[in-house]
């Protein structure tokens, strides 16, 4: 089958080839064949090393596709089923999985994030965090893959898969924005984006969209940022809207040190400072003793919008459906699985919101 595959961390030089090999499903996997894959900014931080990622590998970890094959074990899913690919799988048993913080299980992600379903040549070759949606077909865990009617695009499918509910669910989930309530968010790219439309739908009053780039402030106005600000123009902003006292939530949807620190900045005393962007293990945010108890902010890290992908993908679904949430609006432009490569570098331009490949 055809994939792409990078082969030397660092590097961000991908290969194409029409000779990968992938497993059949054993049990308790299945085969999906993948028809709709979305580029994140992770899959740029697996290259260059901000995320850690063994090589060679596959790339992609947000896709949608069609279910081909079937292991033994998973009887709740069948060859035709339309599947949206969940990049750390709730495995339903483990303290998080039944504390209600499925998101945070790690036991089935740790475990196929080290283990090779793909092959070309005889040389194994890893899936993004145990995935690797930039080939045809892949074999993951039944718990990896969450079924959407067929009526529902693969695009749509696959944005669902990381971008937005990582982003609406910081909004809904990890913060539970207010209504009423003023809000920035820093990145205008699709985490971000997804961030303002859940600020929206929360009722936010205010929607702050900071950005470096021109044309990603129009953008973010389209996704509901009420204005949309050069990063030195955010104090005169925070000064008209409230007063100078700061947000009630800032979203950090970039993953350097600098916004972690703009965040917490405009966070106004009290408000809260949550951390979505993926940042390097030595980007650094600094606190003083002082700030951190005077301020009373409260500082979350956002991991895959807090969500259950079990029931956040449906809810996702029903928000998209009923014009609640712009998931279309989002594409920016569609490729074909050969420009992968040059569509995860565009990313370091940052005038992308999603570039979605097609099979
Ligand atoms: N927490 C999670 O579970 C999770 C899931 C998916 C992605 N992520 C992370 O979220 C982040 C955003 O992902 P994305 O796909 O939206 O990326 P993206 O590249 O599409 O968007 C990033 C945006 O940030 C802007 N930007 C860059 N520097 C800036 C600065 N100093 N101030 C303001 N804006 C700046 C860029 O112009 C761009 O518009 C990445 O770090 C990604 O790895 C986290
Ligand atoms: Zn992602
Ligand atoms: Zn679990």
Known sequence: MRAAVWYEAGS???EYHDDVEVDNPGPGEVKVKIHAAGV???????????????????????GA????????????????????????????QCKACL???????????FN??????FSRGGTPLFGFVGTGTFAEELVVPRQAVVKMAEDVPYEIGALIGCGVTTGVGAALNTAKVKPGSNVVVFGAGGVGVAAIQGARIAGAAEIVAVD?????????????????????????????????????????CVGVAATFRAAWDATRRGGTTVIVGAGRQDAVLELN??????????LLGSYYGSADVRTEFHRLIRLWRAGRIDLEGMISARMPLEEVGAGITALQSGEIIRQIVTF
């Open 12 to 14: 961000e030089v991908i």
């Open 40 to 62: 994140c900014h992770s899959d740029l931080s697996a290259m260059n090393g901000t995320l850690p990622q063994p090589a060679p590998a596959i790339l992609g970890h947000e």
């Open 65 to 92: 596709g069609e279910v081909i094959a079937v292991g033994e074990g998973a009887a709740d899913i069948a060859v035709g089923d339309h599947v949206i690919i969940a990049w750390t799988p709730p495995c339903g």
């Open 99 to 109: 504390r209600g913080e499925a998101n945070l299980c790690v036991n089935i992600m």
């Open 112 to 117: 196929i994030a080290g283990s090779t379903h």
């Open 212 to 252: 470096t780039i021109d044309s990603k402030l129009e953008d973010a106005k389209r996704f509901g940022a009420t204005r949309g600000v050069k990063p030195e123009q955010l104090d005169d902003a925070s000064g008209e809207i409230t007063g100078g006292e700061g947000f009630d939530y800032a979203f950090e």
């Open 289 to 298: 003793g002082f700030e951190l108890f005077f301020s009373e902010k409260k």
